[in-house]
């Protein structure tokens, strides 16, 4: 049985303008010692499903239909006294902008502590025992002294080590990763994601890794998913996505990948915006900027296409190629002709 078993998921936002379908029945499953990537550009869907699943919306947030599971055990509809024992216990998370995650007004070592005893049985004593040795895992120098530093004394790299630090303190099965990176340098990137793999290979744990960087997703990850509009495009083995990409939204984002083969030559970026998803087109979300767009993609949502054993895409043109060679399956089982 897998750790972590999304089905159908879907989430919307009710504002004054209307409904915002912002995760439209997204479907997947995550087992021990994997590490999962979702990527896609602002917007696509890929925090909100991550929020989903920890059920830390906003207020005007709310899971209107699907299941997820956690060891079996389902988590939407389930009482707060379950979702406190989930989060931070079992499924942890790293927020994208460590400075605002991190209170201002109390020390590192406050903040690690209350961590430790809101979601562990330790007292004072042993929670600052633990608190030193988590920033001894992450690698943070002086950790005596980080404990009465308030988080504007640190850099932004060490800040997100303190978040790892926290999120990991409680040795959760699932850490989400919400673009752990994004606001480091290239030289702390690096750093970043290897301490993440490192700390990923020592306690087997599992990682979901949001994110738009392909090169972190290349880095870290064993399987994609590519969202766009709230729903999932396309799924694979890293390997598949990178090097077999069928869905032209994830051909275009490997287009506008800086490679050194360029030689000079400008980057191919997707044409038009994203989605407005107040005003949803009736066909597949993508066809507005598709080059390859038919009359079909303006009109009828592509079915989910397996193109092999871990690989599957919604994507009208390789409905139209499997057709045409007979080799593409439903992933429900059954074969175009």
């Known amino acids: 049985m897998a750790l972590l078993e ?4 879907r989430t919307s936002f009710f504002t004054d303008a209307g409904e915002v379908k912002a995760v439209d029945g997204v479907s997947f499953e995550l087992d021990r010692g994997r590490v999962l990537g979702i990527v896609g550009e602002s917007g ?4 909100v ?5 920890m059920q830390i919306l906003a207020p005007t947030g709310k899971i209107v239909g699907g299941s997820v599971k956690l060891d079996g055990q389902e988590l939407v509809g389930a009482d ?27 020390t590192i070592g406050h903040q690690l502590m209350e961590a430790i005893t809101l979601h562990t049985d330790r007292k004072r004593k042993q929670a600052k025992a633990r608190a030193l040795e988590m920033l001894q895992l992450v690698n943070v120098n002086e950790p005596e002294k980080r404990l009465k530093q308030y988080p504007y004394e640190l850099s932004g790299g060490m800040r997100q080590r303190v978040m790892i630090a926290m999120a990991l303190a409680c040795e959760p099965d699932i850490l989400i990763a919400d673009e752990p990176t994004t606001a480091l340098d290239v030289t702390i990137q690096a750093q970043i994601l290897e301490l ?27 399987e994609v998913i590519v969202m766009y509009a709230g729903s999932i495009c396309e799924r694979g083995t890293a390997d598949e996505i990178f090097y077999s990409p069928s869905h ?9 990948i800086p490679r ?23 066909g597949c979300p993508f066809a507005p900027r598709c080059d ?46």
Not at 49 to 53: C, D, E
Not at 89 to 106: A, R
């Open 196 to 222: 993440m793999k490192d700390l990923q290979e020592q306690l087997g744990m599992a990682i979901i890794m949001i994110t738009h960087d392909l090169g972190v997703v290349a880095q870290m990850c064993d």
């Open 80 to 106: 707060e006294k379950i979702l406190r024992g989930v989060r931070g216990n079992k499924v942890s998370i790293i927020f994208q902008d460590p400075m605002t995650s991190l209170n201002p007004t109390y």
């Open 49 to 53: 499903t991550a929020y989903s699943i």
């Open 248 to 256: 032209e939204y994830t051909k275009g984002l490997m287009r506008s």
């Open 292 to 337: 390859a767009a038919m009359k079909v993609c303006l009109t009828q949502r592509p079915e989910k296409m397996q193109l092999g054993d871990t690989h599957f895409s919604s994507c009208w043109v390789n409905v139209k190629d499997g057709v045409q060679r007979g080799e593409i399956t439903l992933e429900g089982g059954g074969q175009h002709a």
């Open 44 to 47: 696509s869907g890929k925090s």
């Open 6 to 9: 999304v089905k159908d998921l």
């Open 260 to 282: 050194d083969e360029n030689n000079g030559q400008r980057l191919q970026p997707i044409s038009g915006t994203p989605i407005d998803l107040l005003n949803m087109p009736k």
